[in-house]
């Protein structure tokens, strides 16, 4: 249902695979360019929970005020808002527009024989007879095997083989791939929840469950996806530790935020 976004990406990946001769430095640039371009949605996220973090004193100051009242506490939030010109979507909305972006994304990486080659799932189950292998499942499962097998890729980066899947059972050179998803998860985890505005009812950050929760869901999704996938993940994971930071000191220290139009 995403192809009309996982098209253009695939032929950008192709185009880079063919110009650089490598897959891995491939998955790399053109993990860049996919973060330049959901850029613009991760500024509007993060102006929005910078904005939050500074009406937190008033936030607490409504709830001592209307603590027994609900209904005029919450009509005095939506006014608060209004005035400082803090949308309370404006956190959400950009990232629920960047993820069928992601989705189109992973599905280049997943499926490059589809988007990358323009072959059609007939074409590409007719390969899979050609070569011996038996697909229990969609043939996008297979892609990468198949074009592993072909050589229409060369899929090997500094001694890994990308368009393998790692496994529990067996110990090699693979779980680096695993392990570093686990470690940049946890480091793009724990940077957001220094980021993150202190709640104001008293009750633990939600994103210090997340610092935790998405290392081993890192992990343990790197186990059963190809390295390719892993490997893509380990890239966005370390780009987006350092977007962090960055927006965090642009929208403070830079360009703080202020009411357009008045000094």
Known sequence: MFDFIARPFGWLLMQIYNLTGSYGIALIIFTLIAKLVLLPFQMKSKKSMIGMQ??????????KKYKDDKERYAL???????DEEVSMMGGCLPLLLTFPIMLGLYAVVRQP???????EETAIEALAQQIGIVMQGPASNYE??????L???????LGIDLSATPSFAKFNILWI??????????????VSKKSQPAPTNGQENPAGMMTMLMPIMSVWIAFIVPGGLGFYWVVNNLLSAIQEPVLQWYYTKFKPIKKEGKK
């Open 113 to 119: 024989l589809t988007f990358m080659f323009g072959m």
């Open 54 to 63: 500074k009406i937190q004193p008033k936030m607490k100051e409504l709830e």
């Open 76 to 82: 005095a939030v939506q006014q608060l808002y209004k």
């Open 177 to 190: 791939i695993p392990i570093l998803s686990g470690i940049t998860s946890y480091l793009v985890s724990w």
């Open 144 to 149: 990468i095997q198949i074009a592993a097998t």
């Open 151 to 157: 050589g229409k890729i060369d899929f090997s980066f």
